[in-house]
């Protein structure tokens, strides 16, 4: 087959109009076009008054080849390619070998563990966390009733950080592997609609992930893989060699009970601060890394889908509008929107007592009242926190613990209007935004919960992304802060061969480690840590490369 990409046609075409338009793009008979299959669907809403259709398919012809040779010079005609997975190791049957350990049960560690029980590895899988649906308990607890489960929240448990979000499936990650393509399909098969293998920007939402992480714990316990909750790991068991060569020999969990390993694959989450320390402490190479901190931004969803798509705005094709906006500011640092949920809500994120962190998330019908984005300036390890790998946790900390009071010490959020913002006083009252932050916000200033230089560099993005989408600085407008969780502030460095620069048998992966930013991303690089604990396993004659 091949593949035709860029294919445009009108927002309301009728299905029949796709073979022709594809004829004509391919200059080919109808009656040489023998299949088509929808890739990818997206749209382009450059012009409200004629927004299109975008579309990527794979087509069968007569004469494929023919038509290869005449377009190829053109980048959107090319054969299609192999996306299917294939296995990169296989562990013997009835493996009864050292079994991989995974810590952490998010978008990373659930891939990691999927594939190497796909492989036939037996993994154990470590969670400080519950179940999710214990977990969702704890989280709404603080939701609606401001108390704080350290260990089991919208950062720790079953499914990750990802759960308790818009349920993005989409990234800017190279992929030449199609190794995306393996997440979307795993998901597909545990329960999510088969949209997303087409759609442009897919996404699930909060409910629809709880039943799929279910699923998919199910087949991975079917394979023989195994969970244990609320195993929060404390320690690592380091030998070091007369050579000096470090390497893995186990973990002491907080159960008391040490579990001899040589292979784990490290998938904690950005928000594993205890578990950073510890590794620095045992002297894994760890390095600084940049994030960004700012606010979440809520603006009416019937405000977004106006200024999107004009007269166009609630067609079922184009759902709920989205955004993305980025700003370089005289003062050198990058403001730009972050994980953008059209008709969400903005949540509380902590995991820490005596700290306010905001996120955002919707459900799969992206019907609520508001949309929300992070509202973030980019920081840097040599500008901003620079001395020691872990001075981004403590940077973080800082405005988080400021956010708690100037909140009110009761984990509301502060929040204030766009308005005034602009102007340097606090807010005292709502406008025309109603905000959506459970368990609540205080109005109030958020220059006491920034550094001045997130400040200067926010109030002069606002004007700027106002002209760019009609209404976003509007002096409604609600800010709550503050957003600080956006990646990992550190980077735990690994090899070519995925392990650590320093400790063998520790294969660091996803966000926490550095290495995603994302549900989709986080996904692939837990594939890829699982191929790299089979090539170890390869490598020491335990299993046979495929």
Sequence with gaps: MLRLSELKLPL??????????????????????????????????????????VYTVDVALRDEAAVLERFKGDSQVRPTPDTDYRFT???????????????????????????????????????RGKVVRERTKDTWALWRKSELNPESNVQFGEGGAGTFSDGKLYSQIKDPRFLGRKVLEEFVAAGAPEEILTEAHPHIGTFRLVHMVENIRALIEGLGGEYRWQHRVTDFEIETGEDGARKLKGLHLSSGEYLETEHVVLAVGHSSRDTFQTLHDRGVHIEAKPFSIGVRIEHPQSWMDKARFGACAG?????AADYSLSHHCANGRTVYSFCMCPGGTVVAATSEPNRVVTNGMSQYSRNERNANSGFVVAIDPERDYPGHPLAGVEFQRKWESLAFTAGGGDYKAPAQKVGDFLAGRPSEALGEVSPSYKPGIRMTDLAECLPPFVLEAMREALPVFGRQIAGYDHPDVLMTGVETRTSSPIRITRGKDGQSLNTAGLFPAGEGAGYAGGILSAGVDGIKAAEAVAAAYVAKGWATGV
């Excluded at 040489?32 to 749209?43: Q, S, T, V």
């Excluded at 067609?315 to 759902?319: E, I, K, N, V």
């Design 12 to 53: 309301d075409h009728p299905p029949e109009a796709m073979a022709p338009a594809i004829c004509a793009r391919l200059g080919v008979d109808p009656a040489d076009l023998l299949e088509i299959k929808l890739w990818r669907r997206a749209h382009d809403a450059r012009r409200k008054s004629a927004i299109l259709m």
């Design 89 to 127: 190791a296989r562990a013997p049957e009835g493996f009864d070998g050292p079994r991989p350990v995974v810590i952490g049960a998010g978008p990373c560690g659930l891939f990691a563990g999927l594939v190497l029980a796909q492989m036939g590895f037996k993994p154990i899988i470590l969670d």
């Design 315 to 319: 067609h079922p094709d184009l759902g």
